[in-house]
């Protein structure tokens, strides 16, 4: 669970900056990185700050969760037009933009389970119910499904795979258990879905069954929805199993945008990213009685979930098996989706956007995932519009973005972003929202260039604890060595922690294709409900956020990440802070690697082009700082830095992430990958791959620096 203090008032009036209490105009604004005097914005920010409403903002989520709202549904069209109408009356110039995208939806979805002597154990699957839930019973609720999943009727024995990652299959392979024709069940939790059935697909499973286990969001973590907030006994977590790891978006485009005009003959086979076989999720009310009768090899301890009774592998080719039959019926079609794209024009650099998107489809209603952030992001419209009002107008152009279709594999973002692929050359951030309130727990992942500048910003947004949510984020997450810490290492004085953007949301097509240097930020709490038709406004108002207080928090928290920077003298970039990363990274790999493998690689020109880049870094930071001289052509260089680290061809087996330092991890798909070229091909063991990765990571960082050293 997690706790939350309020700090001391009068910690708050002492720690406090300038910024927030602008009120009197008679304290210098404090110094911020990009501004050469940060006094005019501070008023223009004091006036936004002012603006996003709670009650506003709960009105927002009320009307966005009224009704189920997949992808490519009336529901979903009503959504992309409420937020077309705000983004109108804020006075955003405003779009809805159609894609044509292939999309499954499921027209029959049937799961049995029979004992040996033919005994049937369960058929379902059973629809999510819970005592006195006022949103479940809507019929308009989909069938519990996976994006992607291959349409099939299929019956086989049962086998037991933990979570599924590669670690789990290797375990079952050395126990002899051969997975050719079977139904692999797996439980949700330390990986991407996809990689869970990718990996079942290539050990030759015939289909694949996720359920939730109550050990990893159910009664384990504490009291279930509607008593508490976590998965309750026939929660279902519905979701993508596409193959976004390697490429995101419409399965048949990819790199190019599905336009309403693209025609058929463009499209290619969508199973570049789309498993051929069948999975479904079901609840662990499901699950529970086919792992009960599962019987074969007691499971390893760490495999033992949280259900009364030990769990087996599973005994195939024998007597004793439990066979499951799965019929999966996947309407496939191409179906219009609908972002939602709102622009105010820059004055003084129309050509770079700072956009600032979150997406709006759900699996069912979606209150946290993703109405949440959509709710936050049009208090933060709300809060533009009526600095519009006043006359005031941002030095580059302002883009708000409301994806759609991003539950089935970030599509909406991903066409936008092929698409305007040549325009966003000059893109300056993107700023990412999604799952923006769980509950009080505020966190960001970040470009490293850009982790310092949200931590300045939230010193100027005030907590629904009390301080700023610089304060409570510090009080709650000490600085921390990062989710895998040979990666990432703190640095010197980070006193508190943003991460590393991994993938699973629609930063992706931005940061790993178009190379545009992005944030993504949440408040969380304990959130059961994930995927379910329980993430809706009920469970929402009981259980994380009653008063809306926290999307008034991530409206305040994201309008500020765009006006700051859409604002800024200069881009407040710190590439010195990017040089760290990349060098510890680096110097974690020649760890890796030791001794032994240092004839084949040498880290040395990497390190000394990386040494090179934090040198630029350090010369042109003067120059940021000042905000003197010729300043077009200094952020059009800082702009050009991050683009310098794509490569042109792309990772090795999957060239449309073209990012030489952030991949999503192939294996884990949540995760980020540092230098994902390099330990890739060392993760496979193959080290000609790996030193030719070092090589093209090395052109990349030379590259980055020369753009840097041109700054001025
Ligand atoms: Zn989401």
Redesign the pocket.
Known sequence: MISCKPLPYLLFLALVPASLPAQNPALPAPAVFGYRSFTAEAAIEEKFLSIPDAGLAGQHLKTLTAEPHLAATPGDHKTADYVAQKFRAAGLETEIVPYRVLLNQPTEVRVEAFAPNGKQLMSGPTREHVAGDPYQDDPRVALPFNGSSGSGDITAEVVYANYGRQEDFDYLAEQHIDLHGKIVLIRYGANFRGIKVYLAEQRGAAGVLLYSDPQDDGYAKGKTYPEGPWRPETGIQYGSVQYQFKYPGDPETPGVASTLELPDSARVSPYGSQPHIISIPISYHDAAPILQALKGLTVPKEWQGGLPFHYHLGEVGRKDGVTVHLLSRQDYQRRIIWDVIGKVKGTQYPDDWVIAGN?RDAWIYGAV??SSGTAAMLEAVHGVGALLRQGWRPKRTLIFASWDA??EGLIGSTEWVEQNAQALKRAVAYFNT??AVSGPDFSADAVPSLKQFVRELTRSVPSPLGGSVYQQWRANHPAQSGLRGNHVTPEAGEDVHVGNLGSG?DFAAFLDHAGVPSTDIGSNGSYGVYHSVFDNYAWYTMNADPHFDYLQQMARVLGLEALRMADADVLPYDYAAYAREITSALEADQRRVGPAGRGSFDFGPALAAAARLATAAERVRGQQTDATGDLVRLNLALRQTESALLSETGLPNRPWYRHTIYAPDELSGYAAQVLPGVNEALDSKNLAIAAQQLTALTTALTRAAQTLEGAR
């Open positions: 997406h995932d993703p991003e539950e999604d799952v949301s």
